[in-house]
């Protein structure tokens, strides 16, 4: 940004009252790209109830990622995992591609 803030890439977002396992996050310079792949890898863990994202305007590069999890598990851990699991993913088809 020209006056010298950063935004960050991320923002978690809680509903008053919600507890860590139904939390928003928003995600800053993304897209359907990586929207839709780490919904997908979210969803494979059985501690997740639900896991979407939604484009909040086209004009907008910014998505905002629900998850929410079962039995009090913290909606950060799948995020982290969901994350770490896509980056082995990208890397194994990097490496099978060269």
């Given at each position: 940004?020209?006056?010298?803030s ?15 396992g ?22 494979k863990?059985?501690?997740v ?12 590069s910014?998505?905002?990622?629900r ?25 194994h ?5 060269e």
């Open positions: 940004m020209m006056d010298g950063q935004k960050h890439a991320l923002e978690m977002v809680r509903a008053d009252g919600a507890d860590e139904c939390v928003t996050f928003v995600l800053h310079e993304e897209d359907h790209t990586l929207g839709n792949s780490l919904r997908y890898m979210i969803m863990s059985q501690e109830e639900f896991c979407g994202y939604s484009i909040t305007h086209p004009s907008e910014k998505i905002n990622f998850i929410q999890t079962r039995g009090g598990l913290p909606a950060s851990e799948p995020l982290r995992n969901g994350l770490n699991n896509l980056t082995e993913v990208c890397k088809a990097l490496h099978t591609f």
